[in-house]
């Protein structure tokens, strides 16, 4: 109590901030939030715990690093990567040109079938978005085609997914809509969602994806050692960049394996 008192008192001067630097670097490990390194963030563990998936969507594919990742941890599996930039498809598309277990797709997934107005910066098109236009630096606004989840499944005969990843800086939401009927279908095992500051732009809580998901799905956010499948807590809405897992209810041996283990 003493020190929270003396935290708060000497909170602007260069002793106290670095505490409260270095309080939030804490805090930020604890709960593994902006972690891009996928070796140490869980992602990796995942894909290793989930070897034997057959069908995988990579929704966000950029160019291709993180289905190149999850090629290596799923030697069985189909990717099917979309990429809603035509020039960063084209990358992912050479990436990939001589592996015929890997379908790149130059197109966004959605909830309609069209085109869309799409943010690129310059400096980097990790960040492409539909929804979010407030990183700094150089950027343009391109048209782009996106169909749903749905349309695709449907065209391209796709039984089920075992894992469903989505990194659509803030579409994650449009994308899932797209799937209302593969979702309804009981046909996609698991789903890989971003949850962060585009959050704040889209206003979808993570309450909602409990609300959309949960009643089918068992949901948790991803650490280095597993998920970590909980209940909703409002506490949890912290808008710092984390990666969740939604694994399906009725697949208690699945869920097992991926969790944290105790």
């Given at each position: ?25 804490v805090i ?10 996928w ?5 990796l ?8 998936a ?44 001589a592996?015929?277990k890997v ?25 492409s ?6 990183h ?5 606004t391109?048209?782009a ?18 894992l469903?990843k989505?990194?659509a ?19 996609i ?6 949850f962060g500051m ?8 993570l309450?909602?994806y ?9 949901i ?12 909703h ?12 897992l ?17």
């Amino acid at each position: 109590m003493r020190l929270s008192r003396l935290v708060t008192k000497h909170r602007n001067s260069r002793v106290g901030r670095q505490i409260i630097h270095w309080a939030h670097r804490v805090i930020d490990s604890a709960d593994n939030v902006n972690n891009l390194d996928w070796a140490a963030n869980g992602e990796l563990t995942v894909l290793q715990r989930f070897s034997d998936a057959r069908c995988v969507f990579d929704v966000g594919a950029n160019r291709g690093e993180w289905a190149e990742m999850a090629r290596t941890a799923m030697p069985a599996a189909t990717i099917h990567c979309f990429e809603i930039v035509p020039a960063t498809a084209k990358f992912c598309a050479q990436r990939f040109a001589a592996d015929d277990k890997v379908q790149v797709v130059s197109k966004g997934l959605g909830d309609r079938d069209g085109t869309v107005d799409v943010s690129v910066w310059s400096h980097d098109d990790r960040l492409s978005s539909v929804v979010f236009d407030g990183h700094a630096g150089s950027r343009e606004t391109i048209q782009a085609l996106v169909t749903t989840g749905d349309s695709y499944v449907a065209a391209h005969a796709v039984d089920t997914i075992d894992l469903l990843k989505i990194d659509a800086e803030g579409a994650e939401p449009a994308v899932l809509r797209g799937f209302a009927t593969t979702l309804a279908g009981g046909r996609i095992g698991a789903i890989q969602f971003e949850f962060g500051m585009a959050n704040l732009v889209t206003r979808f809580l993570l309450a909602d994806y409990y609300a959309l998901l949960g009643s089918t799905y068992a949901i948790g956010r991803m650490f280095p050692d597993g998920v970590e499948f909980r209940d909703h807590d409002p506490r949890l809405e912290r808008f710092e960049l984390s990666n969740y897992l939604a694994v399906r209810r009725d697949r208690p041996a699945l869920i097992e394996r991926l969790a944290v283990r105790t």
